[in-house]
């Protein structure tokens, strides 16, 4: 079964850290870019980041720069997204969506929501002033 699984959500304090990960399987890993996305309510979903399948690229939305870091470990199918200096204007249930031989960029992280087939399930993420 292909599917992607979200986890490390929670409740933190403002300038916390959290630590969230996407373990993929039933597909080859390796060839799909990851991103991760998010949604508040009331909101509609936002790109955060992402990271490429071919050269381990990086790319960030300007809110989350310097505080967030997106990582993979191919070998455990597994990608991380380091969630530093939290904010309560962080909170958000947090997806994960794969790409197959997706460019990771801004037009991914910018309107990878609307054209993205496969996602996870979602982790909450909230944070307390």
């Known amino acids: 079964e292909v599917q992607l699984v979200e986890s490390g959500g929670g409740l933190v304090q403002a300038g916390g850290s959290l630590r969230l990960s996407c373990a993929a399987s039933?597909?080859?890993?390796?060839?799909?870019?990851i991103g991760w996305f998010r949604q508040a309510p009331g909101k509609e979903r936002e790109g955060v980041s992402c990271?490429?399948?071919?050269?381990?690229?990086?790319y960030y939305t300007d809110s989350v720069k310097g505080r967030f870091t997106i990582s993979r470990n191919n070998a455990k199918n597994t990608v991380y997204l380091q969630m530093n200096s939290l904010k309560p204007e962080d909170t958000a249930v947090y997806y994960c969506?794969?790409?197959?031989?997706?460019?990771?960029?801004?037009?991914?992280?910018?309107?990878?929501?609307?054209?993205?087939?496969?996602w996870g399930q979602g982790t909450l993420v909230t944070v307390s002033s």
């Open positions: 990271i490429s399948s071919s050269d381990g690229s990086t």
């Open positions: 039933g597909f080859t890993f390796d060839d799909y870019a």
């Open positions: 969506a794969a790409d197959y031989l997706g460019l990771c960029g801004s037009y991914y992280v910018n309107e990878g929501h609307r054209y993205l087939e496969l």
